[in-house]
């Protein structure tokens, strides 16, 4: 059976058939390797948004979650410092990063729940 390869755009992840070239929504060029299928260490993480609170934080990496996009969650300086679970604090802000590819995307998913 043959394999069909598909074509990937680096920018929203969406798969298309092989004789597609451009993504519709994005307008970039298709690439044949999956975005998701980068090493770790080749992905630039940026800020895609900013909460009061681990719980909007972790509410936001959910619905990340559910779309297949990589984040991680970091604290402000305070309560790191103070090796204090953020979730403690009201008003603690945690920071949520995404790759640079999946940024776009990940802000229209959390725009509801940013500050
Ligand atoms: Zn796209």
Redesign the pocket.
Known sequence: MEKTDYRY?P??N?EYEPHIAF?S??N?TLVNEKPIDVPLDQIEWVEAGQFSGKVYGEMAGEILANNDIPYFLKSDFFSAAFNISPVNMPGAVVKLFVPENDKEHAEQLIMDITD
Request: charged content about 25%; aromatic content about 0%.
């Open positions: 755009c920018k929203c969406a993504c929504d994005c970039v």
